[in-house]
Structure formats: structure tokens, C-alpha cells
């Protein structure tokens, strides 16, 4: 099967389910969710929506829970706009490359912070 259009149907699960959050679930566990992204096995029976939600532990245990609740209402409206020969079984994961992105952010502030001091305090026969 083309990657590319695995890569289309990714992109357009990925919209629709945006689409359906926004305007047609009123669950209020799902209150700051993004969907980051949309995994899909090449014979597109698999996918995995990533999400990332506004807040702490609570805010994403609530998300996914709130999402798997309506799973089935979400892969038959996904069914209604989406024409493909089988809809894929969906699975909601939370993403983490943002909190990931965010520790390495600060462990970059961390060093630069030290080097900073370390300059600042030696003697002036350190090179930076």
C-alpha cells in the first residue's frame, strides 16, 4: 500500500477527529485537548490518535478516559466522513514529545546557567 496514502488518511482521521472534539462532544473531561498526530498501520486497520491536553495527570487521566468513553461515537462519525473499505480500530494515547521537548529545553537552561557561573566565579583562565 502507497505511504502516501497511508499518509493521507492519517492526516485526514487526524482533521475529522479535531473536528468532531471541537463541535460535536460535549464532555467536559475533555476541556484544552489537541490532537497532535495519527498513527496508522500500513493496511490501515490500526490507528493511534495522539492528543495533548492542558494541565497535570488529573487533566490527562480525565482526557483519556473522556476520549475512550467515545471511541465508538467517534469511529462512526468517522465512518459517516471518511470512506474507506474498513474503518480502523482506534486507540487514544497521550503525547508526550511536548513534556519531552520541554525537559531537554531545561536541562539545555540547566547547563547554560552552570557554565555561566562556572565563568563568572573561576579566575579568568578558563576559556568559555
Avoid: W
Avoid at 486497520?45 to 492528543?51: N, Q
Avoid at 462512526?76 to 513534556?99: Q, S, V
Amino acid at each position: 500500500m502507497s505511504s502516501q496514502r497511508v499518509g493521507r488518511v492519517q492526516e485526514a482521521i487526524r482533521q475529522e477527529v479535531s473536528k468532531i472534539l471541537q463541535g460535536e462532544l460535549r464532555d467536559p473531561r475533555l476541556g484544552f485537548l489537541t490532537i497532535t498526530g495519527v498513527e496508522l498501520t500500513a493496511d490501515l486497520r490500526f490507528a493511534r490518535i495522539y492528543f495533548s491536553v492542558l494541565g497535570g495527570e488529573k487533566a490527562r487521566a480525565l482526557a483519556l478516559k473522556g476520549l475512550n468513553s467515545a471511541k465508538g461515537y467517534i469511529k462512526g462519525l468517522l465512518g459517516d466522513r471518511i470512506k474507506l473499505r474498513y474503518m480502523p480500530e482506534i486507540e487514544f494515547k497521550f503525547d508526550e514529545t511536548l513534556e519531552r521537548t520541554q525537559h531537554i529545553y531545561n536541562l539545555f537552561e540547566q547547563i547554560k546557567k552552570e557554565r555561566r557561573d562556572d565563568t563568572g566565579s573561576g579566575g579568568g583562565d578558563k576559556e568559555a
